[in-house]
């Protein structure tokens, strides 16, 4: 980093509540202390290749706006004078992450390091762009009446968008192309970003939870879909047309019921001259690379496909296989309160799920060896229910040499994913778009 860009074209300026934007060497010292926290300035000023007084020089005009504080002093380890440690005032800018599902939108009021300060949900009766876009507008309208500080707002649908901006396939909202950033930014006032759901949580991880300071993860979601979001050499991934993470039409091996000889035991008051077993249509799932759609029955995806993930991961697709196995309907978090009690048809449509979940960490695992797997989403807790599942799975299909993955499951409240529509418009903030 050289001095030559202190402060670029983002001097400190306010203007109408807000600030002007940082470039350079500016921008680098805040987005170092927005991520990784306080830090004493010989400490940044090593990390960012600045000399001690190029560094005073660009956080002058940062604290006397109040967007940097110093945090109380301590004293370093040996002699030398005390180090005043920099940090952000979290306080100083919120936001607003808005999260649009198929009926419901959820909605958070947030500060610069990702804490949530306020939320909100309401249903979602119409979902046409032009009707999301009202509402929308008037739910960030209301939150603006009751913070002045907030300076930007991030949307997250689950589907394609491209350059934070245009909503190319949102098949939950049933909308192609729909310049989303653009219709919303004028009725709302501020800066407004768009991005797919999963890869704006994969950003809040990032930056504010789980994957902070690592250089390479994985996120895997369950839930109304499935979802992938990486981080490679400390960058979240798009791809070259914003599809990075889609997996939810990865074929995998079918796994398939079938039936397996259970040993029926034998009363010790009859004698007999061997042990008997009974072949009983006890189900249990078996990879199988040849297996092929037997009736109507089989689970298919939205696009009618038999072997991709969406089409035995989902949170629909679990129930709808677990009605087919018991002969009911049976919500999801039922399922899997049966399957743990024991329960044996529930038992095997989760493991047949959690194998299906197991190949798509082995195929991540094969590709960028991350080195953590978060798994979140609504339907998480199959992860752990079908835990043994899911390690067969990987050990199935990964190398032996390649060291067993660290997998984090994590605990998913649903204003999560609001949460990270909020980190998209933190980072653009940030980084002065």
């Given at each position: 980093?050289?001095?030559?860009?202190?402060?670029?074209?983002?001097?400190?300026?306010?203007?109408?509540g807000g600030w002007s934007p940082l470039a350079g060497s500016a921008q680098a010292v805040v987005l170092d202390i927005l991520v990784h926290g306080a830090r004493p300035r010989t400490e940044l000023a090593t990390r960012l290749g600045l000399s001690g007084p190029s560094l005073t020089r660009i956080t002058k005009p940062l604290l006397e706006s109040g967007l940097l504080v110093e945090r109380p002093s301590f004293a370093p380890s040996g002699s030398g004078r005390p180090s005043v440690p920099l940090d952000l005032d979290p306080d100083a800018h919120h936001f607003v992450g808005v999260k649009l599902t198929r009926d419901r939108l959820f909605v958070v009021v947030t500060d610069q390091r990702g804490r949530v300060l306020g939320e909100h949900d309401e249903p979602l009766?119409?979902?046409?762009?032009?009707a999301v876009v009202?509402?929308?507008a008037a739910v960030v309208t209301a939150a603006r009446a009751r913070d002045d500080r907030i300076r930007a707002v991030g949307v997250t649908v689950g589907g394609q968008v491209v350059d934070r901006a245009h909503v190319r396939h949102a098949p939950f909202l049933g909308w192609d192309d729909v310049p989303l950033a653009d219709l919303l930014t004028a009725p709302i006032g501020l800066p407004t970003w768009v991005e797919n759901d999963v890869r704006a949580l994969t950003q809040a991880e990032h930056w504010f939870g789980e994957g902070r300071g690592l250089r390479s993860f994985a996120l895997v979601t369950i839930g109304a879909g499935v979802g992938l979001g990486l981080v490679a050499a400390g960058e979240v991934l798009g791809g070259a047309h914003s599809s990075a993470g889609s997996i939810g039409h990865q074929r995998i091996v079918v796994p398939v019921p079938v039936p397996v000889p259970v040993p029926v035991p034998v009363p010790l008051a009859v004698p007999v001259p061997v042990p008997?077993?009974?072949?009983?249509?006890?189900?249990?799932?078996?990879?199988?690379?040849?297996?092929?759609?037997?009736?109507?029955?089989?689970?298919?995806?939205d696009l009618g496909h038999h072997d991709c993930a969406g089409a035995f991961l989902t949170v629909a697709a679990v129930e709808a296989a677990a009605a087919r196995a018991l002969g009911r309907p049976v919500a999801y978090d039922d399922l899997l309160a049966l399957a743990a009690d024991g329960h044996e048809e529930a038992r095997v449509v989760v493991d047949t799920a959690?194998?299906?979940l197991g190949q798509l960490i082995a195929g991540v695992l094969n590709v960028l060896d991350p080195e953590v797997v978060l798994l979140s989403g609504e339907g998480v807790r199959l992860a752990t229910v079908g835990g043994a599942a899911?390690?067969?799975?990987?050990e199935r299909g990964t190398h032996r040499a390649v060291p067993p993955p660290r997998l984090l499951v994590q605990e998913f409240r649903f204003d999560e994913w609001a949460r990270g529509a909020a980190a998209v418009a933190i980072q653009m903030h940030a980084l002065g778009r």
């Amino acid at each position: 980093m050289t001095d030559s860009h202190d402060l670029g074209h983002g001097a400190l300026g306010h203007a109408g509540g807000g600030w002007s934007p940082l470039a350079g060497s500016a921008q680098a010292v805040v987005l170092d202390i927005l991520v990784h926290g306080a830090r004493p300035r010989t400490e940044l000023a090593t990390r960012l290749g600045l000399s001690g007084p190029s560094l005073t020089r660009i956080t002058k005009p940062l604290l006397e706006s109040g967007l940097l504080v110093e945090r109380p002093s301590f004293a370093p380890s040996g002699s030398g004078r005390p180090s005043v440690p920099l940090d952000l005032d979290p306080d100083a800018h919120h936001f607003v992450g808005v999260k649009l599902t198929r009926d419901r939108l959820f909605v958070v009021v947030t500060d610069q390091r990702g804490r949530v300060l306020g939320e909100h949900d309401e249903p979602l009766p119409d979902p046409s762009p032009g009707a999301v876009v009202g509402q929308v507008a008037a739910v960030v309208t209301a939150a603006r009446a009751r913070d002045d500080r907030i300076r930007a707002v991030g949307v997250t649908v689950g589907g394609q968008v491209v350059d934070r901006a245009h909503v190319r396939h949102a098949p939950f909202l049933g909308w192609d192309d729909v310049p989303l950033a653009d219709l919303l930014t004028a009725p709302i006032g501020l800066p407004t970003w768009v991005e797919n759901d999963v890869r704006a949580l994969t950003q809040a991880e990032h930056w504010f939870g789980e994957g902070r300071g690592l250089r390479s993860f994985a996120l895997v979601t369950i839930g109304a879909g499935v979802g992938l979001g990486l981080v490679a050499a400390g960058e979240v991934l798009g791809g070259a047309h914003s599809s990075a993470g889609s997996i939810g039409h990865q074929r995998i091996v079918v796994p398939v019921p079938v039936p397996v000889p259970v040993p029926v035991p034998v009363p010790l008051a009859v004698p007999v001259p061997v042990p008997v077993a009974v072949a009983e249509a006890v189900p249990v799932p078996v990879p199988t690379a040849d297996a092929a759609p037997a009736d109507a029955s089989t689970p298919t995806c939205d696009l009618g496909h038999h072997d991709c993930a969406g089409a035995f991961l989902t949170v629909a697709a679990v129930e709808a296989a677990a009605a087919r196995a018991l002969g009911r309907p049976v919500a999801y978090d039922d399922l899997l309160a049966l399957a743990a009690d024991g329960h044996e048809e529930a038992r095997v449509v989760v493991d047949t799920a959690a194998d299906v979940l197991g190949q798509l960490i082995a195929g991540v695992l094969n590709v960028l060896d991350p080195e953590v797997v978060l798994l979140s989403g609504e339907g998480v807790r199959l992860a752990t229910v079908g835990g043994a599942a899911v390690a067969a799975a990987i050990e199935r299909g990964t190398h032996r040499a390649v060291p067993p993955p660290r997998l984090l499951v994590q605990e998913f409240r649903f204003d999560e994913w609001a949460r990270g529509a909020a980190a998209v418009a933190i980072q653009m903030h940030a980084l002065g778009r």
